[in-house]
């Protein structure tokens, strides 16, 4: 199974990492180099993986995935993830990996935000 993956800068030079198809041991030591480049050579932009076009992850490959978003999270936290499914949720639970407290929701904004631009605080009406 082949996995592909994408990067891309925004405007204020954060990169998003597009993954696509399968995640297994012969593809993801080629992403575990690009992610310790990319860290490395952009310190200050925080790296998000996009997982909505991942199909497949075997053991072996979730096994390294998760081990270097650990290690170079430790070092800094610079790594989100955006648009993990369940299934993976409870695959990255296997491997006392708390991948909730590295998903990045783009549309998140805190009320204070919101509120300086509407002049009102969230709630379920508005």
């Known amino acids: 199974m082949s996995m592909r993956a994408r990067v891309r800068t925004d ?3 954060n990169i998003t990492v597009h993954m ?3 995640m297994d041991f012969e593809n993801i030591v080629p992403l575990q180099q ?7 050579n ?3 932009s925080l790296i998000t993986i996009d997982l909505t076009s991942l199909d497949f992850v075997g053991s072996s490959g979730i096994n390294i995935f998760v081990d270097t978003v650990k290690f170079l999270n430790n070092k ?5 993830l955006s648009n993990v499914s369940s299934e993976f949720m409870k695959v990255f639970k296997l491997y ?3 991948a909730m407290s590295l998903i990045h929701d783009e549309f998140d904004t805190d009320d204070t ?3 300086k631009f509407f002049g009102q605080k969230r ?3 508005n």
Do not use: M, Y
Request: charged share 25%.
């Open 11 to 13: 405007a204020t030079g």
């Open 113 to 115: 935000e919101f509120s």
């Open 123 to 125: 709630t379920f009406q």
């Open 42 to 44: 952009h310190p200050t």
């Open 20 to 22: 696509e198809g399968g």
């Open 96 to 98: 006392n990996f708390d």
């Open 76 to 80: 800094k936290d610079q790594i989100r």
């Open 34 to 40: 690009e992610l310790s480049t990319l860290t490395k």
